[in-house]
């Protein structure tokens, strides 16, 4: 770095050197020039150094802004890829914790590659991510405790046992946000995939986010890559938003999904474009005879410009795990391109619960396996104990005002014989068959419902009702609470 010295200045040193060049003292004198360069240089560029942390400023919008910023540097973070943060990452939230009341604290995370483990985060906090900033997600096993299966699920989704905690972590809080410049998680997945398809894990998957058991949940405008398994899975929780978030993942990736609300109240899901080996945005509410037992649904769920590309699995799927129930699910302005099919619902026997109150309205598809997809044996089971008797409910099911081109089928539709998924309705809604797609359009049984401006002509169990009768498929009116929640504009420096 350049100091600049004034030109008058410059030229009297100069002369003064030119004097004392032939002086026996010339040498001492000249060491002490240089030394007291080097000083002032050190000073200068100490001053910029500390300048320019002092200038690295950012904003963003979120639920809630915070009174206390650190950076991970300030607790031995070293960003070179290599070496392990996971007890830096410990030691700052940890710190952190001091502040664990409504003025809150962040985490702010610089530019560079950080190495860690498994962390868990606290409530009234704000992890904040670089736009440079990569979270490197260790390969090393010792970095990711083990804890019990959900309970809902009754056990791992991989093995019977437990299942490794998820990259970043939290349970019982309040007030939480993941967030950055579009700063990157790196799950480095690969392994894990094959240790997956080797059937070696002892425990199931890590997950890179996982919230449970909380309230006031805000992950935004990030991009997460090569997820171990699910990228994002708030649990147990409500008032959740999800917006501008990236994820991609081969689209080979075992179970990989995307965005999975599990037993969870009045979430958002906004602006998000996601490329994945499963489910891009995959509905949940417990497993079988312990998401019966537990009994917590999800309801009030907003899907809205969600982008996915998914050859394998759903844009959207409900199920299978739907054991507590899923009810009021609203979903528009849905993008999807080369995936299976449009909107999926799996259950089977033995799951119980309900899929119900679902409305999906202006869905654009192209290349697809199927626009529309219901599934009443999906034989996935947690163990031989479920309940034969347990049949699910599937009813006022609502797709309207969309255009699907390059559709292997229009419709998949299969209830279960002695539990028909009534409720059914589609309205304005046009499917371009590929030209080489060699089944029937529409395939139907044990179903009820009635469809209006349908092309292909639909099965005969959703006869067409004329356009008067429109109106039965309409996309609710009123709002979610959490679609009112403003958030607050914060700023820092740090």
Same mark, same amino acid.
């Given at each position: ?89 410990? !030691?700052? *939230? #940890? +710190?952190?914790?001091? %502040? ?6 962040? /985490?702010?995370?610089?530019?560079? &590659? ?5 962390? !868990?985060? *606290? #409530? +009234?906090?704000?992890? %904040? ?6 979270? /490197?997600?260790?390969?090393?096993? &010792? ?8 309970? #809902? ?342």
């Amino acid at each position: 770095m350049a100091t600049y010295i004034p030109q008058t200045n410059t030229k009297v040193l100069f002369l003064i050197m030119e004097l004392l060049w032939k002086s026996h003292m010339m040498k001492v004198i000249k060491l002490g020039y240089v030394l007291l360069l080097v000083t002032l240089l050190n000073s200068k560029v100490s001053e910029s150094k500390k300048d320019k942390i002092i200038s690295t400023s950012f904003e963003y919008n979120a639920i809630n802004c915070r009174a206390n910023s650190v950076s991970l540097k300030d607790f031995g973070g070293v960003g070179d890829g290599k070496t392990s943060n996971t007890k830096a990452f410990q !030691s700052a *939230i #940890s +710190h952190l914790s001091k %502040y664990d009341s409504e003025e809150g604290s962040q /985490l702010y995370v610089p530019a560079g &590659k950080w190495l860690t483990g498994s962390f !868990s985060l *606290i #409530s +009234h906090f704000t992890l %904040y991510l670089h736009k440079d900033a990569v979270l /490197l997600a260790s390969q090393d096993v &010792k970095e990711w405790p083990v804890i019990k299966p959900l309970p #809902s699920y009754g056990r791992g989704r991989d093995a019977a046992a437990g299942r490794y905690s998820s990259l970043i972590f939290g349970t019982n809080l309040t007030d939480v946000i993941v967030t950055g410049d579009n700063g990157t998680i790196d799950g480095q997945g690969s392994f894990w995939w094959q240790e997956f398809h080797k059937k070696k894990l002892k425990y199931t998957r890590p997950y890179l986010i996982e919230l449970m058991f909380t309230d006031n949940i805000q992950i935004s405008n990030l991009t997460l890559l090569n997820s171990p398994s699910w990228n994002i899975h708030p649990v147990y929780s409500s008032n959740i938003i999800i917006k501008g978030v990236t994820i991609i993942a081969p689209i080979r990736s075992p179970n990989t999904d995307g965005i999975n609300p599990d037993s969870c109240t009045n979430t958002k899901i906004e602006d998000c474009y996601i490329v994945s080996g499963d489910d891009c945005v995959a509905v949940k509410s417990g497993w079988d005879e312990y998401g019966i037992k537990f009994g917590w649904p999800t309801k009030q769920l907003i899907i809205r410009r969600l982008t996915c590309i998914s050859p394998y699995s759903a844009t959207i799927a409900l199920g299978s795990e739907m054991s507590g129930g899923i009810q009021d699910v609203r979903a528009e302005d849905i993008t999807a391109v080369h995936t299976e099919s449009g909107i999926r619902i799996k259950t089977a026997v033995g799951r119980g619960g309900y899929v119900k109150d679902i409305y999906v309205k202006r869905m654009t598809m192209h290349t697809m396996k199927w626009a529309f997809w219901i599934t009443g044996n999906y034989g996935s089971h947690a163990d031989k104990n479920y309940d034969h008797n347990a049949l699910p409910e599937i009813k006022n099911i609502n797709y309207r005002d969309m255009v699907a081109e390059d559709v292997s089928m229009a419709a998949n539709l299969e209830g279960i014989s002695n539990d028909p998924f009534t409720g059914i309705c589609i309205s304005n809604v046009t499917i371009s068959i590929a030209a080489k797609a060699k089944k029937q359009p529409w395939t139907c049984n044990d179903i009820q419902g009635i469809t209006s401006g349908v092309t292909p002509k639909p099965c005969d169990l959703l006869p067409d009702q004329g356009t008067e009768e429109i109106k039965d498929c309409d996309f609710p009116s009123d709002y979610l609470p959490i679609d009112i929640l403003e958030l607050k504009k914060c700023s820092y420096s740090i």
